[in-house]
């Protein structure tokens, strides 16, 4: 309902706009642009679109994996500015945001050397809210600077695990392995649990009209 709402209010309001504008940022969700209108002098809507791949790894006790991100992350915000180029931002980031997980054992771990796991990350909400504070306003006349520093609250990421054996393990490895592959799947849930709020920090350029 929430959703639908503020979808609404922002196609509402962007057919009786007074000003408009655009912008072209880059942070922590990616390289984006944003449309902005102004409904209100206080008051704008902004929708905006932004995405990056980054490498990086995640570590357990038992493995090391290389993670792949992919960012994809739109934006369907209020902005309200009570003091001047001051504001405040809310509304929801709809995402396809996922990491792609493969790994190999340490040594000395659960699992027979030679076996892999691999498996994938995605937020447990798809349509997340977002609430933060920036500074300027897409819709400002002219060429101007603006920042968004925030939190998109994402929800605990869901991890999906599968591990296949190496050509040297013997069968009871093989089955170890199965057997330890949720414990480890739970691992590494709890490894990247704190990314249920994920920062968002965006600067940026502005043409207004």
């Not at 880059?26 to 944003?34: I, M, Q, R, W």
């Not at 209100?40 to 990056?52: A, D, E, K, Y």
């Amino acid at each position: 309902m929430k959703k639908a709402l503020l979808i609404a209010v922002l196609v509402s309001a962007a057919g009786t706009v007074h000003a408009g504008g655009i912008g072209l940022r880059v942070g922590s969700t990616g390289v984006g642009a944003d449309l902005g209108f102004g409904i209100v002098p206080t008051l704008g809507g902004r929708i905006g679109v932004s995405g990056m791949s980054l490498n990086t790894d995640v570590d357990t006790d038992d493995v090391s994996y290389d993670a792949k991100a992919k960012i994809l992350t739109g934006a369907l915000l209020l902005d309200w500015s009570p003091l001047g180029p001051f504001r405040i931002s809310g509304g929801f980031m709809p995402h396809k945001n996922k990491v792609d997980l493969s790994g190999r054992p340490n040594p000395g771990s659960r699992f027979a050397a030679g076996t892999t796991l691999s498996g994938e990350v995605k937020p447990d909400k798809s349509f997340a809210p977002y609430l933060g504070i920036g500074w300027g306003n897409v819709w400002t006349k002219g060429v101007n600077f603006y920042f968004d520093l925030g939190v998109m609250f994402q929800g605990s990421p869901k991890v999906s695990l599968s591990v296949e054996c190496g050509p040297s393990a013997t069968p009871a490895e093989c089955t170890q392995a199965r057997n330890e592959v949720e414990a480890e799947r739970q691992r590494v849930e709890d490894k990247i649990d704190k990314y249920k709020y994920y920062p968002v920090a965006n600067i940026g350029l502005t043409i207004g009209w």
